[in-house]
């Protein structure tokens, strides 16, 4: 007897004391994990369904990585919203391994707001390292438009938080201490709001070129069809 709904079913022992070598693998960080005693399964046997699905996730491959980031999420979205309800995105990027960066917008509505932020998305998930927040014109999806405002709305020695001793690290990050008590920080990349509400804004005004205005444009009004048909539309 098996779950009707399952595509594939293991059955097996774990017996008291059964350990053995397991790894080292490839893990979610893109580093080999160490060399490990684990518990040992016994198969006795495997019910499947015809032409089963089985979700594979491959050792040290991005598919992994995305897996631990739709937790993390989740986790500092529910914990960010019931103390910032202007918070709008959140993203874990898989540059930071799925799991030790996330960027987050948020609309401000006071000052301060960034860096409080910060403090309550490194608290809500024990893994992450480093929380970027923005305002919310800033494309978060886009890690050019994050790193143009990381360059242009952040000042390192006033805007940068730093925690000591959080509880981040983890064996499969190489720059973990051995104490896996490690660094967390953030960066508020929110810009300045005025002392007082109708005052003067205190930070230029992003210039673009209004959405209105780029829907006009039709390139084919401007290239012919045949250098149109030459344009690469795949990466090298």
């Known amino acids: 007897m ?7 079913v293991i059955e097996g022992v774990i017996r008291p004391g059964a350990r053995d070598a397991e790894g080292p693998f490839g893990e979610y960080s893109q580093y080999l994990g160490e060399q490990r005693i684990n518990p040992v399964m016994e198969v006795t046997c495997i019910t499947c369904r015809q032409d089963a699905y089985w979700h594979a996730t491959h050792p040290g491959h991005p598919d992994n990585v995305v897996l631990g980031a739709v937790s993390a999420e989740g986790a ?18 898989n540059s930071g391994a799925g799991r030790h960066h996330a960027y987050i917008t948020v609309k401000k509505v006071r000052p301060g707001m960034g860096k409080d932020v910060i403090l309550v998305a490194l608290g809500s998930y024990y893994m992450m390292k480093h929380v970027f927040v923005f305002d919310d014109d800033v494309d978060i999806f886009d890690e050019t438009e994050v790193l143009r405002a990381l360059a242009m709305r ?83």
């Open 2 to 8: 098996v779950p009707a709904d399952a595509e594939v």
């Open 154 to 236: 952040f000042q390192i020695d006033k805007d940068l938080v730093c925690i000591s001793g959080g509880a981040c690290a983890t064996n499969l990050d190489p720059s973990s201490p051995p104490s896996l008590l490690g660094g967390k920080g953030g960066f508020d990349c929110t810009v300045p709001l005025p002392p007082r509400p109708g005052w003067p804004p205190l930070f230029a005004f992003r210039s673009r070129i209004p959405d209105e205005v780029m829907k006009k444009v039709k390139i084919e009004n401007y290239v012919s069809e045949d250098r149109i048909s030459r344009i690469p539309t795949e990466p090298y």
């Open 76 to 93: 500092m979205y529910s914990a960010l919203k019931k103390l910032f309800p202007t918070v709008q995105k959140i993203y874990v990027p």
